[in-house]
């Protein structure tokens, strides 16, 4: 007896009729389930091994990831998708080259190889994600159960194991942030950004799906994002979100432009230019309550002094961070910045692991060429709703890149990342569509 699925647009079954269909929905959740939830979600960080850095990485997760490669990487070849290789452009042909030349000059060539395969593999699954959903209307309902789905998780976690789920006085770092919500996530942080990205996604939804879901989904994330008290997060989101309007809005491509680097430009400013200009240091001891930015100065302060000890290809992609040269150089009276595990900016991050030549062909691809995808995109082309929402996240992931290390990360933003990539490569579809 066949059971006939409804076909109704706000119904959250139809995207699973069909084996075809079920394949891609299959496929598209599980990379989403992955890239969100990791190999260890619901750390216990009252446990001595969440203060260990690592360099050798969650073996499982690698083991998961290279699986799910290889089924995204079958399903490609079975369909003939060649048309993914439109979204890999030059800049980001030489960004890789790049990368792997400073490995080979890193102290952990081998570190450096790995972590840049498995951005590769990000890179794969962020392609793979436009290209799984048939249309916009299948995306969202997709992305509508995704959302669901760790919303459920996260609030699951608060509710039945808040040991896990919440900051705890008895956390062995980071003790202040007790009572801050982090879901399954293993910082505040991290979870406010994630928070950040499902709200992004109740509005695409609340547009192209159902208005009664995109406000369900938007509300759950909203109260969530307030109980992580991510300053980042809170502050940056309702720029990106008004921002976007504006940008999408303008014909004029130079009043984009200007409309583009501002709030990046202005971000820098108060942040990297109070350390380096005692002016802009003392306006921000005037306008900030906590004019360190949670003790950011002093890691910002580290990483431009590395950088400047290797200017031109740094210190090896992911190559830098928790190794042992630095953890063991680390003593009570020293600077921070020997235990973070990253620069807290997205730009800083990459100067240091790949130098500024590595920054400057980052900038290039994250920055210029969705920018130029944009404007060569007629109006009539691009899907308004779709567009908005990788526009949204575009520009909410350069801004938080002012105080999280987002660009090329597997930390605790690796969900802003994946979805800037998909935004970006969402935009560049858009440009050379028919």
Request: hydrophobic share 55%; with cysteine; aromatic share 12%.
């Amino acid at each position: 007896m066949t059971i006939a699925l409804p076909a109704s647009r706000h119904s959250l079954v139809r995207p699973f009729a069909g084996s075809d269909r079920l394949i891609r929905s299959a496929l598209f959740l599980a990379t989403f389930v992955h890239m969100w939830l990791t190999a260890s979600p619901f750390p216990d960080l009252s446990d001595a091994s969440a203060l260990e850095l690592s360099t050798d990485g969650n073996v499982t997760g690698q083991i998961i990831m290279i699986a799910l490669t290889g089924a995204l990487g079958a399903f490609a070849l079975t369909h003939r998708l060649r048309v993914i290789a439109q979204v890999v452009t030059p800049i980001l042909v030489v960004i890789f080259l790049w990368f792997a030349c400073s490995a080979v000059f890193s102290l952990h060539p081998d570190l450096a190889a790995r972590r840049l395969v498995l951005a590769s593999f990000v890179m794969f699954h962020a392609g793979m994600f436009v290209f799984l959903p048939e249309d916009r209307i299948h995306f969202a309902r997709l992305l509508a159960i995704g959302a669901l789905f760790v919303l459920v998780l996260c609030y699951a976690g608060v509710i039945f194991a808040p040991q896990f789920s919440i900051h705890q006085a008895a956390d062995l770092a980071e003790s202040q942030l007790a009572g801050n919500w982090r879901g399954f996530f293993a910082q505040k942080n991290g979870a406010g950004a994630g928070m950040a990205i499902l709200i992004i996604f109740g509005i695409y939804i609340f547009r192209a799906l159902s208005g009664v879901l995109g406000s369900l989904i938007v509300a759950l994330a909203s109260v969530f994002l307030i109980f992580t008290e991510s300053k980042s997060s809170i502050m940056l989101l309702p720029f990106a979100l008004a921002v976007s309007v504006v940008f999408v809005r303008l014909r004029n491509t130079a009043a984009k432009l200007i409309v583009l680097i501002c709030v990046p430009a202005i971000i820098g400013v108060l942040t990297i230019g109070s350390i380096q200009f005692a002016a802009v240091n003392a306006l921000v001891n005037e306008l900030m309550p906590d004019p360190t930015f949670t003790g950011r100065v002093e890691i910002w302060q580290f990483s431009l002094d590395h950088i400047a000890q290797h200017p031109i290809v740094g210190f090896g992609f992911q190559a830098f961070w928790g190794t042992s040269e630095l953890v063991n150089s680390w003593t009570w009276r020293g600077s921070w910045g020997y235990r973070a595990p990253d620069a807290h900016n997205g730009y800083l991050n990459i100067a240091v692991m790949t130098g500024l030549v590595g920054l400057v062909l980052t900038l290039g691809w994250v920055l210029v060429r969705p920018f130029i995808d944009h404007v060569r995109t007629p109006p009539g082309r691009a899907d308004p709703a779709l567009n908005l929402m990788f526009i949204q996240t575009w520009l909410f992931g350069l801004y938080l890149s002012g105080f999280e290390a987002v660009l090329f990360t597997n930390g605790s933003v690796r969900v802003v990342w994946f979805m800037m990539v998909v935004s970006i490569f969402g935009l560049r579809l858009q440009a050379r569509a028919k």
